[in-house]
């Protein structure tokens, strides 16, 4: 149901991850997900741990889902001195091909511990169905 769009982007993750850069709203970093089918409904679920869940913007043009965070380092006191720091700051954004199966007028959004959730239903187009057999009573015999 999903398509990725560019192959290298965990290489980029990786490198982002070992050499500390931050994203940017031009190169912004990616932020890991999961996919999966549930029932009636394909859930996308996004790690942005501490984003403010007004600094989230989600965007679909056609069959293209956009998702873009931005983590902003936390306000210190003047007195207090970092001795370490891990957690990537910055612009997060990940961008989904969907599939034409996915019903993109009805998708429903929950941010939850950090944890962006998207339920897009299943199409009704694209969900099994019995298709019936009729005619018979029409039929008629060719004599000669």
């Known amino acids: 149901m999903l ?29 890991p997900m999961d996919a999966y089918r549930e029932g009636d409904e394909y859930v ?3 790690d942005l741990p501490g984003v403010n869940p007004e600094a989230i913007d989600i965007d679909v043009e056609r069959n293209m889902l956009t998702v873009k965070a931005e983590r902003r380092p936390v306000a210190k006191a003047e007195s207090v001195k970092v ?5 990537l700051l910055g612009v997060f954004s990940r961008q989904i091909m969907l599939s034409d199966t996915l019903d993109t007028e009805r998708i429903h959004a929950d941010y939850d511990a950090g944890v962006l959730t998207l339920r897009i239903p299943i199409a009704e187009r694209a969900k099994p169905r019995k298709i019936s057999i009729g005619g018979t009573a029409d039929r008629r015999q060719i004599s000669g």
Do not use: H
């Open 3 to 31: 398509m990725r769009t560019d192959p290298f982007r965990e290489m980029d993750r990786i490198v982002q991850q070992l050499s500390g850069t931050s994203g940017t709203w031009s190169k912004p970093s990616v932020m």
């Open 44 to 46: 996308i679920a996004f």
């Open 83 to 87: 001795e370490l720091s891990e957690r």
